[in-house]
């Protein structure tokens, strides 16, 4: 089973990196990546499309009629729509969600952008999120490419990972240390 997880990812990063090549070659990355993420938007709101992808045994036919019609309606780039039938005839379309991730974050990559990840205990405004942002481009003198949650769980304060650093004040973390404090007494 683990050699199939590694024969996909290895497989999905093959993909992205072709993609993002091919964008590049022909000056078009900002509309593939802005393809790509509403391609995701719809993977994950729209549960009849996940599970037309997520269907191994589909005729490939029907997967080139629906990416056909995502196209019109969505105006895709002609060459994002051309790889999704490419992915679809190699029968990798399977893995379109895990390959489009990896595009984007290849993208973000070549853009000199850091991965910073922040989960919170109470659900943060657009604001508050791009002034967090802000805070972290400017301390660690980068672009940072943000990923927010919300977690109830934490009870209080923030959770912040900026590439390795991470920085815990959430009053989980904070009754977790004591915790373990009392058991090591």
């Known amino acids: 089973m683990s050699n199939n997880k590694g024969f996909s990812d290895t497989s999905a990063n093959r993909y992205s990196l072709a993609l993002y090549e091919l ?3 022909t000056d078009v990355i900002s509309k593939v990546e802005a393809n790509s993420n509403g391609l995701l938007k719809l993977i994950l709101n729209n549960n009849e499309f996940k ?6 045994t589909q005729n490939q036919d029907t997967l080139n009629n629906v990416i056909n019609k ?6 895709l780039e002609i060459l994002f729509k051309n790889f999704l039938n490419f992915l679809v005839l190699k029968r990798r379309f399977f893995y379109v969600e895990q390959i489009l991730k990896t595009f984007i974050e290849i993208c973000s990559d070549k853009r000199g ?6 989960t919170s205990a109470k659900e943060l405004s657009p604001e508050e999120i791009n002034k967090i ?3 972290l481009s400017m301390n660690f003198k980068s672009k940072i490419r943000l990923d927010y949650t919300h977690d109830k769980s934490l009870i209080g304060g923030l959770v912040v990972q900026v590439g390795s ?3 815990d004040t ?3 973390n904070k009754l977790q240390q004591i915790e ?3 058991i090591e007494v």
Do not use: R
């Not at 599970?51 to 191994?56: M, R, V």
């Not at 995502?70 to 105006?75: D, E, G, L």
């Open 51 to 56: 599970n037309l992808i997520k269907d191994p």
């Open 170 to 172: 959430s009053i989980k």
């Open 133 to 135: 942002k802000d805070e």
């Open 70 to 75: 995502i196209s019109k309606n969505f105006n």
């Open 165 to 167: 650093t991470m920085i």
């Open 180 to 182: 373990n404090g009392m």
């Open 113 to 118: 952008e850091l991965k910073a990840k922040i």
């Open 23 to 25: 964008a590049s070659e």
